[in-house]
């Protein structure tokens, strides 16, 4: 089994963008570091760049998402982008949606161990959570596929007039500009690619927007959407 690198110090910029929380943000790049590489969630390779590339790219995320809203951060993996931006946002409520046990059983630790009450964890794709959990105003994600199968998953969990934030690469463009057609059948209304990070990440990190209009998802997860309603009322009457 390869062993992990150590971690280096945090960089001077960390303690600016967690604040009063860098304590915890240390504690969780220690995690990552040790308990995540043990259990195959970070490759023993990422441990030297651990602050640059993953919590502070995540947590500059903050700068495009709205104040006291709701999050669901799709394909959560080892909480990247949720918990850095829920170090940072105080104000958001986050559910941390994840498929695999092994991940949700990491993730519920540290939100537990960092103090993280605006957090929860829920195991589940996203398309066996539609019409079970409340729609969020805004989705996350992170590395988790390609923008046209990931909008698929992620845009039928919004609320009207929401936003799927998907952190990319330097294929963002491209990744847009192939997708239009499976975005428009998903009732998204408008895209655009940020850069967030100015002065703390080089480089930025680069964000697609995909805003939706009063259907998110479209006809067919509407469909869907209501008929998830209607078996979660009868087997609550039950």
């Given amino acids: 089994m390869t062993e992990a690198a150590e971690l280096p110090p945090a960089p001077e910029g960390a303690r600016t963008v967690f604040g009063e929380y860098f304590p915890e943000a240390v504690r969780y790049a220690e995690l990552l570091a040790d308990a995540g590489v043990k259990r195959g969630l970070i490759g023993p390779r990422e441990v030297p760049r651990l602050w640059e590339r993953h919590l502070l790219n995540c947590a500059v ?3 495009v998402v709205p104040e006291g ?5 799709v394909g959560s993996g080892a909480g990247l982008p949720g918990i850095p931006l829920a170090l940072v946002r105080r104000d958001l409520k986050i559910t941390l949606l994840e498929p695999l046990l092994r991940r949700t059983n990491f993730l519920q630790e540290v939100v537990e161990l960092l103090g993280l009450d605006h957090v929860t964890v ?3 794709r996203a398309e066996e959570v539609l019409g079970k959990v409340q ?5 996350t994600a992170r590395a988790v596929a390609p923008l046209d199968r990931l909008a698929g998953w992620g845009v039928p969990l919004l609320r009207p007039y929401g936003e799927m934030l998907a952190l990319k690469g330097d294929t963002a463009e491209e990744e847009l500009k192939s997708a239009r057609a499976a975005l428009g ?6 895209t655009s690619v ?5 002065g703390v990440v ?3 990190a680069t964000v697609v927007r995909v805003e939706v209009g009063e259907s998110p998802g479209g006809v067919r997860f509407a469909a869907k959407r209501a008929k998830a ?3 979660g009322r009868t087997r609550r009457r039950r």
């Fill in 229 to 231: 309603a209607r078996t």
């Fill in 202 to 204: 080089d480089p930025q």
């Fill in 135 to 139: 729609p969020v105003h805004v989705v």
């Fill in 61 to 63: 995320l903050s700068e």
């Fill in 185 to 190: 059948k998903l009732g998204v209304v408008s």
């Fill in 194 to 198: 940020l850069r967030v990070g100015e």
């Fill in 69 to 73: 809203v709701m999050v669901c951060d």
């Fill in 122 to 124: 829920e195991r589940g």
